[in-house]
């Protein structure tokens, strides 16, 4: 049984956990195929958005921590770093869709996605702490959504916050009754992947950059960035079908 399910609706690829059986938790294998998946979606034309989620009454039960510390470290520890700084590099939208329970690893998982939803009654957890760890590779994007203060403390505790806390903290972005939670993921999903790809992946390198630059060199960027935005055969396009009231035919998927 594949313990990570792709398939393809229109220009969404979904990546499902299958290790249901097993919470979900995440082993070196499953690691690896969602980084190469994700790697392959970058780059894939025909892919405008990811949605990631989850088989089973538990979205992600965190690391296989009897495969962790079983297995050589150095190498497990290099791909979770991969998984979980890919969503601060990357150039195309993530959708996470948070069925149920989501611990440790499961956390930071989610919070490399630029739009979770979670289902109402949903608990999440830092965990690590209990069984003597702590979420090394998974903090800089939980601090990302988060805040730092805020991870730390969820790190310290280990202590299990509920949906509508995930939601003050700027984890989630939405929560939905649970019957709805997969159509609303789905809807997000389809009207991210149907925006303009260059303006997407231009908004997304402009955030990344941000990052590493002070108050006056963002300006600077962000005039930059603007200009050639404006210049861009995808915004021409988005303004001509504004004025014709019609979808827009981004150039960008055409090229």
Not at 58 to 65: E, I, K, P, R, T
Request: net charge negative; glycine share 10%; charged share 25%.
């Amino acid at each position: 049984m594949d313990e990570l399910v792709k398939t393809r609706e229109e220009r969404v690829l979904r990546l499902t956990l299958n290790r249901a059986e097993q919470n979900n938790l995440l082993t070196p294998t499953l690691v690896r195929e969602l980084v190469v998946a994700l790697a392959g979606a970058s780059v894939d034309r025909e892919v405008g958005c990811v949605l990631l989620d989850a088989s089973g009454p538990m979205f992600c039960g965190g690391l296989d921590l009897q495969e962790l510390a079983g297995a050589g470290a150095d190498g497990i520890c290099e791909a979770h770093g991969a998984l979980f700084s890919i969503g601060m590099e990357y150039s195309k939208p993530v959708v996470a869709a948070v069925h149920g329970p989501c611990l440790g690893a499961g956390v930071g998982l989610a919070a490399n996605a630029h739009v979770i939803l979670a289902a109402q009654g949903v608990k999440f957890g830092l965990t690590e702490v209990r069984y003597g760890f702590w979420p090394f590779a998974a903090h800089r994007a939980l601090v990302l959504a988060m805040g730092e203060r805020r991870v730390t403390e969820l790190s310290l505790t280990g202590r299990i916050f509920g949906a509508q806390e995930a939601l003050q903290y700027g984890l989630v972005q939405e929560i939905a009754p649970a019957f709805e939670l997969d159509d609303r993921a789905t809807v997000m999903a389809r009207h991210l992947a149907s925006c303009s790809p260059e303006a997407v992946r231009r908004g997304l390198e402009f955030i990344r950059r941000c990052r590493t630059v002070d108050g006056d060199q963002a300006a600077a960027l962000a005039a930059d960035m603007g200009r050639q935005g404006a210049a861009s055969a995808d915004f021409a396009e988005g303004i001509r079908a504004m004025r014709e009231a019609r979808r827009p035919e981004w150039p960008a998927l055409e090229s």
